[in-house]
């Protein structure tokens, strides 16, 4: 199966994180918070407009703008 932007999935729907774009405007921060190669993702929910985004890694749960999901590649 291919790997896909983490903006792609829907709530309750989450993957395996196989790599982080070099150039993200957040990189360090979120290799800092767990974004790393093999940690499960999943996408709890996201706000009415659509931003942000909350999401649950390593057991905690964190919102993201949408538009800093697309630089986050998933293996569902």
Known sequence: ?????????????GGYI????RNHPLRRRLL???FVRGARVSIVRRAPMGDPVELRINGTDLALRASDLGGIRVRP
């Open 1 to 13: 199966m291919d790997d896909l932007a983490l903006d792609y999935l829907k709530p309750g729907e």
């Open 18 to 21: 196989v790599s982080l774009d």
């Open 32 to 34: 800092e918070l767990g």
